[in-house]
């Protein structure tokens, strides 16, 4: 979802420096702080305030949620063509699954936000299943949640090195996005590359 559907950078950023602020740290650029992205809140939180281990951490996780739930979406916006892809993958019955290392409440109220309910079979978060992407986890509790045969096609479509090792993990194929917040693409499991999203429907056939 982040940095693949949504540009989610300016809200992430906010919070993150609101929450450093208020534990008495110093403010972080944007790109310090979408570099610390993707692994799931812990270690954002660890990444941009203090290391887990830390006394300090477990109110820094708290405080950077509480601050971050407060306004989610309020500079967060889809990607340019984005609505297009999705409007089209739905309008050919193909079935959409969102699998996000961000917690599962926030990953609900972003997608009711915008209402992508119509576009979504289900939608998780890295707490959804017992482990997160790049585990693949997620990836058969979205196939699960969503009434699929174990053995249902599968594209795993992201930015990110969790996204294409998740993909490798359930051996499936991988898109990956160069628009979104990791500027190199994984060498370590072959994948497609998009630089727009309609890439992605000619990768599947939809163009």
């Not at 609505?83 to 079935?95: E, G, K, S, W």
């Amino acid at each position: 979802m982040d940095g693949t559907l949504l540009d989610t950078r300016h809200d992430i950023a906010r919070a993150a420096n609101n929450a450093r602020l208020e534990i008495g740290l110093p403010e972080l650029s944007v790109e310090e702080v979408v570099r610390a992205v993707g692994d799931g809140v812990n270690l954002f939180v660890s990444r941009v305030t203090y290391p887990e281990s830390d006394s300090r951490f477990a109110e820094a996780r708290t405080v950077f949620l509480r601050h971050y739930a407060a306004n989610a979406t309020g500079q967060t916006k889809p990607y340019d063509g984005i609505l297009d892809m999705l409007d089209t993958l739905a309008a050919d019955r193909i079935p959409m699954a969102i699998v996000s290392n961000k917690p599962a409440s926030l990953v609900d109220e972003i997608v009711r936000h915008f209402q992508w309910q119509k576009y979504f079979t289900t939608w998780l978060g890295g707490d959804s299943a017992t482990r997160s992407k790049p585990a693949a986890d997620p990836l058969l509790l979205a196939l699960k949640n969503s009434k699929f045969p174990d053995n249902h096609p599968l594209v795993m479509v992201g930015d990110g090195h969790q996204d294409i090792l998740a993909a490798k993990a359930m051996g499936c194929r991988a898109i990956w996005c160069s628009w979104g917040f990791n500027p190199v693409q994984t060498a370590e499991y072959p994948s497609d590359r998009a630089d727009h999203p309609r890439d992605v429907l000619t990768f599947l056939g939809n163009a």
